[in-house]
């Protein structure tokens, strides 16, 4: 009765809490997106659950911590061969529950979700060096202690990935964690969670309470026990957690929003800048770094907008188990109607539709068409909010500062993309971009020794390498005096 066969997987639909599975009384349903099948009724977890999840990581703190990098790592390497060993029915089961392509979760994601662990159980081992250096002969020693539990609350777009992009350095930093995945996405969560289990990893280390982030996520934001919250995802939300998290001044990162440009100088290569302009809607345009606003200088922006509409007539939209499949639905009716709502009110007030503009009606479900939208009113909606779905829009420039002026002139400030023919140039644009990440001629490249994390209203710290590990953990300085010594 609390599990379900889905994608060849058994999912047990309670929340994992102290190494053991527990019910809640209420449930919630898990729907797919694909063809909107009820996939499982999901524990939905309140104060209740979570207190128990926060008393379980608080238990289980002291001999995680004690492991030290070695003994964690030595675990979290076993929990990364799991995960390898199961990639293709993870990689089918989050496609069912978050309706993203099939190929990508089983080329890209599933191996960074095992990368995530893998990566950050090596960091801490080889490359988390205590620094030493010296004050008038005194040596100051740097180092990272755990600091407790971790409050992890991620959303549906990468539900998998975005978990394992906070566990993997939470655990790996000693850290125990309780995470409250996305009430639209919560099954591969259930999984790793047994799959940490098989792992040997000790109860309690990894705590999984599902539920909606009104009841479940509110109390684990607001639980005096925890001592970090990582979260990512929308900036209302943020602020919600911010308030909470003010009250017990736990430390907080935040991985939120953006509406960040995309810039094509009239020396790009045009046929690139096209390409990385279509990238823009991978995943159904439900992706934090996507580039949604296109600024492209007024000489080439005839031909760009040619091509581009060519290449966007070209996509192939359907069933994202489909391998020729580029484009899936969004994730829900909800949000299918927000981004919906977002093209009505920019075309009711004067955007140009150049490609799509609406629903897929051959579809059905919940198909959006790839759109672009140009001549929108400047400072009009959807030129300044984020929209989260495949909807790109047109901007012209006549020169660098004014591409730079456009391009920052909202208030997210998550990444950038710059298509130019020129290192200079591409230089001197670049260092007046206010972003966490900027993509010359290129998008998407990502390394998790780099730092990671939105300027501005996109969010609060920076997480990846020893950034990840100066959030999760106490960093320490001892300082030795050179006297005082019997030897
Ligand atoms: P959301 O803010 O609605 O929800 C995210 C998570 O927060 C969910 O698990 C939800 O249950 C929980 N939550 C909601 N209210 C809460 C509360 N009061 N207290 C505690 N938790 C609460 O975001 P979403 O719609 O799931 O995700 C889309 C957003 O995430 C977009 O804005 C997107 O840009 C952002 N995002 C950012 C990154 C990044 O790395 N910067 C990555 C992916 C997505």
Redesign the pocket.
Known sequence: MHQVRLAGLTVDTRHAIGGERVASTGTFESVSPIDGAVLAHIARGGAVEVDAAVQAARAAFPAWRDLGPRGRGELLHRLADLVEANLEPLATLETLDNGSLLRSHRRGVMPRVAMNIRFFADWAVDRLRHEVWQTRGHDNTISWDPSGVAAL??????PLM?AT?KIGPALAAGDTVVL?????TPLTASVFADLANEAGIPPGVVNVVQ????E???????HPGIARIS????????K??AR?AAENLTPVS?????KSPLIVTDDADLELAVELAIEQYDNAG????SGTRLLVHEAVAESFAARFAEKAAAIVQGDPRDEATQIGPQ?HRI?LDRIAGFVERATAAGARVVVGGGPNEQLGGLYYRPTLLADARPGSEILTT?V?GPVLTMQTFAGDEEAVELANGTEYG?AAVVVCGDRERARALTKNLVA?TIWVNCFFVRDLAAP???SKK??IGREGGTWSFDFYADVKNTVYAPTGWKD
């Not at 539920?211 to 009104?214: D, S």
């Open positions: 609350i991620t959303p549906w777009n990468a975005l992009w409250k995945p996305a009430e639209w539920g909606f982030g009104a479940a996520g509110a109390a684990l934001v607001a979260f990512t995802g929308s900036v209302p939300t943020a919600a957690i909470a935040f991985e939120l929003g953006g439900q992706v934090c770094l994730i949000h984020e989260f998550l966490g990671f994390g939105g996109s969010g």
